[in-house]
Nanobody, 117 residues
Framework: QVQLRESGGGLVQAGGSLRLSCAASGFVAGINAMGWYRQTPGKQREVVATITTLGSIPTYTDSVKGRFTISRDNAKNTVYLQMNSLKPEDTAVYYC??????????WGQGTQVTVSS
C-alpha cells in the first residue's frame, strides 16, 4: 500500500501562486510516475501534470502549460506542483496520484484550490 499526503491548497486571487506538495509513504518501490489531477463538481477528474520516476519527465495538460511546473524529490518521495498565474478556472479539488500500473495506482485525499477573480 502507498499513502499519499497532500498539502498546500488554499484560496488565492487570480494571478497569484500556490505550491502543492504530495508526500508518498509505505511501499513506494516500483512507482513509475506521480501526478496531479483535478476535479470540479459534476465533471470528470482530469489530469493536470505527471512526472516519471526515471528521468523526471514531465507532461502537462494544455491549459496549464507555461503556468504550472511539476517536480519531484526522489529522496523524499515527494512531488510538487508549482502553480503560477492562477485563473478562476483552475479552481478545483486537486488530487495526487502514484502509479505503478494502470490497475495499481493510489490517490490522495485531495486538496482544495480556489482562485477568486
Amino acid at each position: 500500500q502507498v499513502q499519499l499526503r497532500e498539502s498546500g491548497g488554499g484560496l488565492v486571487q487570480a494571478g497569484g501562486s500556490l505550491r502543492l506538495s504530495c508526500a508518498a509513504s509505505g511501499f513506494v518501490a516500483g512507482i513509475n510516475a506521480m501526478g496531479w489531477y483535478r476535479q470540479t463538481p459534476g465533471k470528470q477528474r482530469e489530469v493536470v501534470a505527471t512526472i516519471t520516476t526515471l528521468g523526471s519527465i514531465p507532461t502537462y495538460t494544455d491549459s496549464v502549460k507555461g503556468r504550472f511546473t511539476i517536480s519531484r524529490d526522489n529522496a523524499k518521495n515527494t512531488v510538487y506542483l508549482q502553480m503560477n498565474s492562477l485563473k478562476p478556472e483552475d479552481t478545483a479539488v486537486y488530487y495526487c496520484n502514484a502509479l505503478r500500473t494502470a490497475v495499481d495506482n493510489y490517490w490522495g485525499q485531495g486538496t482544495q484550490v480556489t482562485v477568486s477573480s
